[in-house]
């Protein structure tokens, strides 16, 4: 009775689900060709399951994974230090949302149409859409390694000083994050199965690491333990990169390089007088 209020009471629920109802309507009146009817094909049925078993399998650990710091974190620090570290995560959350976009807007449908087209040409266009992402990560991690606190420190009072600690630990994902593209190269083979198992590592390591981390290092020690969770899975991606015909060591440690400039960048910045807030 109350979602029936709250529904009618409301325009915008009301138009959304006019708009869907809309759109079906039109999907079936209005597109040439055959209409859509049921239909079962054993066949097609079999290659689905086998392609997305493994995807909905990785929604445990992928939850865990992402979910796991700050399940783990607020065992071990007050709401005040969480609070903090939330900040961090979330400045570094910007610039690792681009990477995803790039990958998965950019890359999944490029090595989609290789892998059906040309998949002679699959590793070139792997290798030739690595490049930029590289760059781009391996440049953010440095510049937020040496520039995390002076960054805070122009957007936060003394009070949030940690956050840039936590900042230029957690920088240290971004060499981690730029692999990303590596799981479109599986899902666009159909080897979902091997994206599963990263997830499961990822998510076993951080549920080790964090514990761990606190108790040898503290707070800090915490953090660093949600990085060696990402950085963790870079052994396996290399590994599976180096059986396809794909890793290229030099592009590899060529990239690496960009690392120290940006981070003598970043060190460089300068630091805002941290008053203290009210």
Same mark, same amino acid.
């Given at each position: 009775l109350e979602f029936r209020r #709250?529904?009618?009471?409301?325009?915008?629920? *009301?138009?959304? #689900?006019?708009? &869907?109802?809309?759109r079906v309507l039109m999907s079936h009146t209005t597109l040439p060709g055959p209409a859509d009817r049921m239909g079962w094909d054993p066949q097609m049925a079999r290659e689905v399951w086998g392609f997305s078993k493994w995807v909905m399998a &990785?929604?445990? =650990?992928?939850f865990l994974f992402r979910e796991g710091d700050r399940l783990l974190l607020a065992m071990f620090?007050?709401? &005040?230090? *969480?609070?903090? @570290?939330?900040? $961090?995560?979330?400045?570094?959350? $910007? #610039?690792?949302a681009v990477n995803d976009k790039l990958a998965a807007i950019v890359?999944? =449908? $490029? *090595? $989609?149409?290789? !892998?059906?087209?040309?998949?002679?040409?699959?590793? #070139?266009? @792997?290798?030739?859409?690595?490049?930029?992402?590289?760059v781009f990560c391996v440049g953010w991690a440095g510049l937020l390694m040496g520039g995390g606190p002076a960054i805070v420190s122009w957007l936060y009072d003394a009070r949030y000083q940690l956050a840039g600690t936590a900042l230029q630990v957690l920088a240290l994902n971004l060499l981690a994050v730029r692999h990303t593209l590596f799981d479109q190269y599986l899902l666009a083979e159909g080897e979902t199965r091997l994206v599963f198992f990263r997830s499961l590592l990822r998510a076993g390591v951080l549920y080790l690491a964090v =514990?761990?981390?606190? !108790?040898?290092g503290g707070t800090v020690g915490a953090i660093l333990g949600v990085s060696m969770a990402y950085l963790a899975v870079i052994p396996l991606v290399l590994h599976l990169q180096a059986k396809r015909g794909l890793l290229d060591w030099r592009q590899e440690l060529r990239t690496l390089t960009l690392l120290a400039p940006a981070s003598l960048i970043g060190w460089c910045l300068p630091m805002r007088h941290l008053a203290v807030g009210p």
């Open positions: #709250v529904l009618f009471r409301s325009v915008l629920p *009301l138009s959304w #689900v006019a708009l &869907s109802l809309i &990785s929604g445990l =650990p992928t620090l007050s709401p &005040s230090v *969480l609070g903090v @570290y939330m900040i $961090a995560v979330l400045m570094l959350g $910007a #610039v690792q890359g999944l =449908p $490029a *090595l $989609a149409e290789k !892998a059906r087209e040309s998949p002679e040409a699959l590793a #070139v266009a @792997y290798r030739r859409l690595r490049r930029p992402i590289d =514990p761990i981390g606190h !108790a040898l």
